[in-house]
């Protein structure tokens, strides 16, 4: 069946603008998880969304950053007024949790804030 | 705060010989741990887990140990072969909820 896909694949913004990286889960899984991973760095958790309930925003580095899911299952990440920091790779996974553990990652989106 | 942590950044083994991947925690509530591997331009692919209710589990050429007393997590890869030659995480979890990672090790088997 078809794995997570991501879009766009890369992305390049100038510094201030807005964008939306979108997420889309394998059917039927009903977590799903942001993480983004900077240069160097390893992959910091952003959000998480489990079925019907209110989202674990925690990890949201500041209110700039926001994301929904839609109908329980695509996602969107969205970023206001981009800075250079937010350059980096965005990756969504989702699980069948609390069938199982395990993520299944999509290839990420790279941005690039210029 | 970097509850997960991998030490090595890097990893050089023969083909053939045994990969030892090294990964330790600071929470003790953590109750289950994954290996994920990643290749460039691509998402982290799951590998293996551990629940905290045992010490060791094992698939194929992959085992992972877990020793709670010591907060250590290791991944064991034997014989290696040059297609595990990648980047790897370890990941923990309370109740699957939130996830940490670690930083990565750099595997490269050289043939």
């Known amino acids: 069946g078809a794995g997570v896909s991501q879009s766009p694949s890369n992305k390049v913004t100038e510094k201030g603008k807005d964008v939306e990286l979108r997420c889309d889960p394998i059917s039927g899984h009903t977590a799903l998880y942001w993480y983004r991973q900077s240069l160097g760095q390893g992959l910091e958790f952003l959000i998480y969304?489990?079925?019907?309930?209110?989202?674990?925003k925690s990890g949201l580095p500041s209110d700039r950053f926001s994301a929904e899911r839609t109908g329980g299952s695509v996602s969107t990440l969205t970023i206001q007024r981009t800075q250079q920091e937010d350059s980096a790779v965005y990756l969504c996974?989702?699980?069948?949790?609390?069938?199982?553990?395990?993520?299944?990652f999509g290839p990420g989106t790279r941005l690039t804030v210029t | 705060d970097q509850q997960v942590k991998q030490n090595s950044p890097s990893l050089s083994v023969q083909e053939g010989r045994i990969s030892i991947l090294n990964c330790d925690y600071t929470?003790?509530?953590?109750?289950?741990f994954l290996w994920y591997k990643k290749y460039p331009a691509e998402g982290p692919t799951f590998l293996i887990s551990i629940s905290s209710i045992k010490d060791k589990n094992e698939d194929g050429r992959f085992t992972v140990f877990l020793n709670k007393s010591a907060k250590h997590l290791s991944l064991h890869i034997v014989p290696s072969q040059p297609g595990d030659s990648a980047v790897y995480f370890c990941?923990?979890?309370?109740?699957?909820?939130?996830?940490?990672f670690g930083t990565g090790t750099s595997l490269t088997v050289i043939p």
């Open positions: 996974a989702s699980s069948s949790f609390p069938g199982g553990y395990e993520q299944y």
């Open positions: 929470n003790s509530m953590f109750d289950y």
């Open positions: 990941a923990a979890s309370v109740t699957g909820n939130q996830f940490y």
């Open positions: 969304f489990q079925g019907n309930s209110a989202p674990d």
